[in-house]
C-alpha cells in the first residue's frame, strides 16, 4: 500500500505565507516526480507547481514568482512554499506523486485528500 498525506493548509490574509508539506509512505522503491494541483469551487483542477527527481521544476504561470517547490528525497516528502498569497489562491491543494513500487512493473500516480488554503481579501 502507499500513502500520500499532505498537511499545513489553513487560513491566512491576502498577501501572507503558507508552506505545505506532503509526505508518500509505504511499499515505495522510488519516485519520480512530485507536485502539488488545487481545485476552488466550482473550477476544475488545476497543475500548480511540479519537481522531478533530477530536481526540474515547472510552475503555473499564476504562480511564478510566489509559490517555491522543494523536495527531500529521503523523506519521500515534497513541499510548497506560498507566499503573496492572494484570495484567488484560495482551493483545496492536492499533492500526488508519480510512484515506482518495484522493478519491473508500471508507475502510478497517487493522489493525496487534500487541504483546504483560504485566502481572506
Known amino acids: 500500500q502507499v500513502q500520500v498525506v499532505e498537511s499545513g493548509g489553513g487560513l491566512v490574509q491576502a498577501g501572507g505565507s503558507l508552506r505545505l508539506s506532503c509526505a508518500a509512505s509505504?511499499?515505495?522503491?522510488?519516485?519520480?516526480?512530485m507536485g502539488w494541483h488545487r481545485q476552488a469551487p466550482g473550477k476544475q483542477r488545476e497543475p500548480v507547481a511540479s519537481i522531478t527527481s533530477g530536481g526540474r521544476i515547472n510552475y503555473a504561470n499564476s504562480v511564478k514568482g510566489r509559490f517555491t517547490i522543494s523536495r527531500d528525497i529521503a523523506k519521500n516528502t515534497v513541499y510548497l512554499q506560498m507566499d503573496s498569497l492572494k484570495p484567488e489562491d484560495t482551493a483545496v491543494y492536492y499533492c500526488n506523486a508519480d510512484i515506482l513500487r518495484a522493478i519491473g512493473f508500471p508507475t502510478r500516480v497517487y493522489w493525496g485528500q487534500g487541504t483546504q488554503v483560504t485566502v481572506s481579501s
Open positions: 509505504g511499499s515505495i522503491f522510488s519516485i519520480n516526480a
